[in-house]
């Protein structure tokens, strides 16, 4: 028999002798991109507001004029007091859900609490011992949760290697009633992207579902902010297609956008959609606030593309290494530790970038994790390649 705190403490020893330790930290956000944490101010280059909302100043001023005493504890209130299957249905998740089909022109969109939530609720309430799953090996945790949740076999295929997803598929689809094909379109620690269109054309020869998190995607890519699967064409091709309110919208909360029968099912059988408090008034009152405006953002999107355009541009030229074609711009470092030596010397210059270490990424690939938003502009990030390799030359 052990102590469950001394067991406790071994393991967070041996945590922290990899370089692995972890813990929050307290952080204010000022806006126009900056962070301020332990009384100092730093660029906040691990930000996940992509288009700068959460923070902007004008739109806040006019999202919070709108606050009328009267409707303070119907509209705009803390606490939804129940889930949405009890009392905590809101009105505006109706409005919220409506405005979300039809900006994606899809039959139907269900709000989930987050999109960790939404993952880990959909798979196990659609997938049973008769399916497959196939998903891609750098599917975010909240979708490997979701998979271990469900009682569907499970096979994960190397990142973006559709011609063994393919093969996968020839072997296993025909002893499956169902088979579900699991990927990001923009994946999360390395920026890259996935190829929607061959997805789809794999899941119409296989009849197989497809499921795409697009949650690095929304606001940022396509026309009017419709994601990866805008700009690829095939928003109307994915079967289950989810969003995150908490990145580009600023917000909280999650969507799927799925086919009505799918919808109907999940609120009768999603258990993270029936046993949770639903999402606050106020959060939802920003959310359809936001909806018509995150659409007009076109100036926004095509900032954020010319900066991370332009950082990956001048990273390579002082021989770093990076991966993707999105605004999350890893730098590879390889070692963990040294990932982490980093990111610490860049805070000492005022640049707030997460080193990203295992169990979050495989073994030797620890890097810093740049996150740009629109709320930059180029003069903020011009330093940093060059302070990047200095740091790494050992300067
Ligand atoms: C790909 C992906 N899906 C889902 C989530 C979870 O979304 P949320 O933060 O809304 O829970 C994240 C969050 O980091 C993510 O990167």
Same mark, same amino acid.
């Given at each position: 028999?052990?102590?469950?705190?001394?067991?406790?403490?071994?393991?967070?020893?041996?945590?922290?002798?990899?370089?692995?330790?972890?813990?929050?930290?307290?952080?204010?956000?000022?806006?126009?991109?900056?962070?301020?944490?332990?009384?100092?101010?730093?660029?906040?280059?691990?930000?996940?507001?992509?288009?700068?909302?959460?923070?902007?100043?004008?739109?806040?001023? &006019?999202?919070?004029?709108?606050?009328?005493?009267?409707?303070?504890?119907?509209? *705009?209130?803390?606490?939804?007091?129940?889930?949405?299957?009890?009392?905590?249905?809101?009105?505006? %998740?109706?409005?919220?859900?409506?405005?979300?089909?039809?900006? %994606?022109?899809?039959?139907?969109?269900?709000? *989930?609490?987050?999109?960790?939530? =939404?993952?880990?609720?959909?798979?196990?309430?659609?997938?049973?011992?008769?399916?497959?799953?196939?998903?891609?090996?750098?599917?975010?945790?909240?979708?490997?949760?979701?998979?271990?949740? =469900?009682?569907?076999?499970?096979? !994960? %295929?190397?990142?973006?290697? %559709?011609?063994?997803?393919?093969?996968?598929?020839?072997?296993? /689809?025909?002893r499956h009633r169902q088979v579900f094909l699991v990927t990001e379109s923009i994946f999360s620690m390395d920026g890259d992207l996935a190829?929607?269109?061959?997805?789809?054309?794999?899941?119409?020869?296989?009849?197989?579902?497809?499921?795409?998190? &697009?949650?690095?995607?929304?606001?940022?890519?396509?026309?009017?902010?419709?994601?990866?699967?805008?700009e690829q064409g095939v928003v109307a091709d994915i079967d289950l297609l989810v969003g995150t309110f908490g990145k580009a919208w600023g917000?909280?909360?999650?969507?799927?956008? =799925?086919?009505? #029968?799918?919808?109907?099912?999940?609120?009768? #059988?999603? !258990?993270?959609?029936? *046993?949770?408090?639903?999402?606050?008034?106020?959060?939802?009152?920003?959310?359809? *606030?936001?909806?018509? /405006?995150?659409?007009?953002? &076109? !100036?926004?999107?095509?900032?954020?593309?010319?900066?991370?355009?332009?950082?990956?541009? &001048?990273?390579?030229?002082?021989?770093?290494? #990076?991966?993707?074609?999105?605004?999350?711009?890893?730098?590879?470092?390889?070692?963990?530790?040294?990932?982490?030596?980093?990111?610490?010397?860049?805070?000492?210059?005022?640049?707030?970038?997460?080193?990203?270490?295992?169990? #979050?990424?495989?073994?030797?690939?620890?890097?810093?994790?740049?996150?740009?938003?629109?709320?930059?502009?180029?003069?903020?990030?011009?330093?940093?390649?060059?302070?990047?390799?200095?740091?790494?030359?050992?300067?």
């Open positions: 028999m052990v102590n469950l705190e001394e067991q406790l403490r071994a393991e967070l020893d041996r945590i922290r002798e990899q370089g692995l330790y972890r813990q929050t930290i307290p952080a204010r956000h000022e806006g126009g991109g900056r962070i301020r944490v332990g009384g100092a101010d730093f660029l906040n280059l691990a930000s996940n507001d992509y288009l700068g909302l959460a923070c902007d100043p004008d739109l806040l001023a &006019e999202f919070y004029a709108r606050l009328d005493p009267a409707a303070l504890p119907g509209d *705009f209130g803390p606490g939804s007091t129940a889930s949405r299957l009890m009392t905590g249905n809101h009105g505006l %998740y109706q409005r919220l859900e409506e405005g979300l089909a039809g900006m %994606y022109s899809r039959p139907r969109a269900l709000v *989930f609490n987050s999109g960790y939530h =939404c993952n880990i609720g959909i798979l196990p309430a659609l997938a049973g011992r008769q399916d497959l799953v196939l998903a891609d090996k750098l599917c975010h945790a909240s979708l490997i949760d979701g998979m271990r949740l =469900c009682r569907a076999r499970v096979i !994960r %295929y190397p990142h973006l290697d %559709y011609d063994r997803l393919q093969a996968l598929l020839e072997e296993h /689809r025909p190829d929607l269109r061959r997805l789809v054309r794999l899941k119409e020869a296989w009849q197989a579902v497809l499921y795409v998190d &697009e949650a690095h995607a929304v606001g940022t890519r396509g026309s009017r902010g419709l994601g990866l699967a805008g917000g909280q909360g999650a969507w799927l956008l =799925c086919r009505q #029968t799918v919808a109907d099912y999940l609120v009768n #059988t999603a !258990r993270s959609l029936i *046993f949770t408090t639903a999402l606050p008034p106020v959060s939802l009152a920003w959310l359809c *606030f936001l909806l018509p /405006r995150i659409q007009r953002l &076109e !100036r926004q999107r095509r900032h954020l593309r010319d900066l991370a355009a332009r950082l990956r541009r &001048e990273l390579g030229r002082q021989g770093l290494a #990076t991966r993707g074609e999105s605004n999350i711009v890893p730098v590879m470092i390889g070692d963990a530790a040294r990932a982490v030596a980093t990111a610490e010397a860049l805070r000492r210059h005022g640049f707030w970038v997460n080193a990203v270490r295992p169990p #979050t990424v495989p073994a030797g690939t620890a890097r810093l994790r740049i996150s740009l938003t629109a709320a930059m502009d180029w003069q903020q990030l011009a330093p940093l390649p060059g302070l990047i390799a200095s740091i790494l030359r050992g300067g």
